[in-house]
């Protein structure tokens, strides 16, 4: 069946934010859906009802469920997480041998190697430089006998850059271990995360769920070499039961899971991907595809250069902006006075991002106001 372009009208009416926002690298401002969610499930558990707990914590499974539907993982091989970081300290501390990371990750998904190799427990090598992006061909020029894993992000958050993952798991082979944060992807992207091992994402950016929640899937490989090194008291088996013995693991997701979540988070989780399946994930990414390549034609017409690349499977959600004379934040102060919201980085460059609900009027309003930094 062909995939038509149109959104939902439900959709574009779920959300709230004001024109002028481009700033959903940064947080995605939620639906009225997952206000509603949160709103009531806070209700429930202020009125202290028998087996209101129970039913505030089966929001983690109504989340999980809906992550196996959007990416393919099998939802016992999913487990909610906190945050991003959370994740990606858990697959730090559980990989063994020498990693691959990039120079330019952002700090989330650099530290907890770092702690990680600090701890003893493995190594890290840097690959490329910052701003480098992260393709099949660095990686393959980086790749040493001794390399176990390769942590990379499915979007850079410096420049935009979609990363190849069906090439970099072809460059690597099926030996090694391909670690994903997905963070500034999904939601956004219509993307085959089935060829990583695990991949870590959050629910405050492109999902648009709110901060406190985010999920960890694994392919069966992952699951079954990535150690529960952090796994906590709700990871093992029987946790319930108070013997004062060391319990065994769980073998689902689960064991990397260290105590209990907020289940209002998991239900505005749940709420947002429910959105996303219900208007289609595709027709979404397609929509966001369309606004971003306006915005970067709409500003190199107005002389500003555009840093982000340009060819469709290269790029996501993110716009980059460069200023060479080193007048960015003059130009972000602009915009921010008349209400455009993005993300000043250093004195050269303006990262915008924008959704599958920003309208075009902003978009030209941004690239008429730059024309004067250019």
């Not at 670690?179 to 695990?198: E, K, N, P, T, Y």
């Not at 999902?207 to 960890?216: F, L």
Request: glycine share 10%; no cysteine.
């Amino acid at each position: 069946m062909k995939r038509t372009n149109e959104l939902p009208a439900h959709y574009l009416a779920a959300f709230s934010e004001q024109s002028g926002y481009l700033n959903f690298a940064s947080f995605g401002p939620p639906s009225r859906a997952v206000l509603a969610a949160s709103g009531q499930l806070m209700a429930d558990a202020a009125e202290g009802a028998a087996g209101v707990s129970e039913r505030l914590h089966n929001e983690d499974g109504r989340a999980r469920a809906t992550v196996s539907r959007l990416t393919g993982f099998a939802t016992d091989n999913i487990t909610l997480l906190p945050a991003t970081s959370y994740g990606l300290f858990q697959l730090a501390f559980g990989v063994k041998g020498k990693v691959l990371v990039s120079a330019g990750e952002f700090p989330a998904n650099t530290y907890p190697w770092l702690r990680a190799q600090q701890a003893g427990l493995n190594e890290v090598a840097l690959m490329g430089e910052s701003l480098a992006f992260v393709t099949p061909e660095l990686v393959a020029q980086s790749l040493t006998p001794s390399v176990t894993a390769v942590a990379v992000s499915a979007v850079d958050f410096q420049t935009g850059y979609r990363a190849d993952l069906a090439g970099i798991r072809e460059v690597i082979g099926a030996d090694r271990l391909l670690l994903v944060d997905g963070i500034q992807g999904f939601g956004a992207i219509d993307q085959d995360w089935s060829v990583a091992d695990a991949v870590v994402t959050g629910s405050q950016k492109w999902v648009r769920g709110g901060w406190g929640s985010g999920a960890m899937a694994f392919s069966a490989v992952g699951l079954e070499r990535i150690a529960p090194t952090l796994g906590g008291w709700t990871g093992v088996e029987h946790p319930s039961l108070y013997d004062g013995v060391a319990h065994a693991p769980r073998t689902d997701a689960g064991k990397f899971s260290i105590s209990n979540l907020s289940p209002f988070a998991a239900g505005s989780f749940a709420s947002a991907l429910e959105l996303i399946e219900e208007a289609g994930l595709g027709v979404i990414a397609d929509r966001i595809l369309a606004t971003t390549a306006v915005l970067a034609e709409k500003l190199e017409n107005s002389g500003v250069s555009v840093l982000s690349p340009r060819e469709d499977g290269e790029r996501a959600g993110i716009v980059v902006a460069g200023f060479p004379e080193g007048n960015a934040a003059q130009a972000h102060a602009a915009l921010a006075g008349a209400g455009i919201s993005a993300t000043l980085h250093g004195a050269h460059r303006i990262r915008f991002s924008a959704h599958a609900t920003t309208d075009h009027e902003s978009l030209s309003h941004v690239a008429l106001m730059l024309a004067s930094f250019a």
